[in-house]
């Protein structure tokens, strides 16, 4: 089964044009997995090519790009050779059917290798908002900008460090779900209009104080209050992974500190934006939102499964 998940790509090229790279360019990329579903994460291996700014492009069978991602350094195959590693996720407006990741340096492609995009279905959901929700998502506020443009400024950026490769832990304990990933949303304001939205994240319906923990190894890149999320908390694992915490009532974890798994990062409130007591978890990959049951259900950075590959050969 694990074979049929994998997917394998070799070529050869030689740069003729370029005589002072005296070897030909010898690259092998994988991808896993092979048929990923929008919102859900795909891990690129890639060894050999020439240079060092590296990343993976998603494109879909019209060549539009989707989504991309910066390849970081993981490990060395059984050749001494630096093996590197990019995740990315499907977004999750993304539509089935063929699509392919290319690897690109500085100067274009240097190599793809073909997915399929299965088909998904999310749900439709209307949600009326109060005078006080309605407020807090549509009055123009110059702090909710700047707090937006932080936000994005932690989740586009690739580090370097690798604290855990999953598989991740659910933050609490309760299976009691209120709203799913990438849920249709429709919010309803106090004056009849409504605003179309995508829910990035699963919402667990928990009473206020619930312990929240952290579902991977990772650094603390936000921990503050948030004029929408409330008291938030992101984490980061891997290059360009991050989790977020939303709502909660406390905040028990100061930015820059490295925690475990399961670790208590606070406990759960209704700070924000929320219509009753609940935990907001939300998985971005390079940006993107992302399904945060694909992350349980396997590790989103298997090392071990990526030399495999390489070692074959
Ligand atoms: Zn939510």
Redesign the pocket.
Known sequence: MKILLWALFFLSLGFPSYPQIKEALQIRIAAIPNNPRPGEPVTIGLVGGEGNQFQAVLLNAQGQRLTKAAFFNLTADKDGRPVKAAVLAVPCTARGGPAQIQVENGFGSIGNIALTISSRQFISEEIPLDQRNTELRTAADPQKTAESNMLWGILNRTGAEVYGGGPFVPPVTSTRR??FFGDRRIFRYVDGSSAASI?????YGVPTGTRVHACAPGRVALARSRIVTGNSVILEHLPGVYSLY??LDQIHVQEGAVVQAGAVLGESGATGL?TGP?L???IRVSGENTDPDALIARPILDKEAILSIFNSF
């Open positions: 209120t709203s829910h990035a994240g699963i919402d939303y709502h929320a609940h907001h978890w939300e």
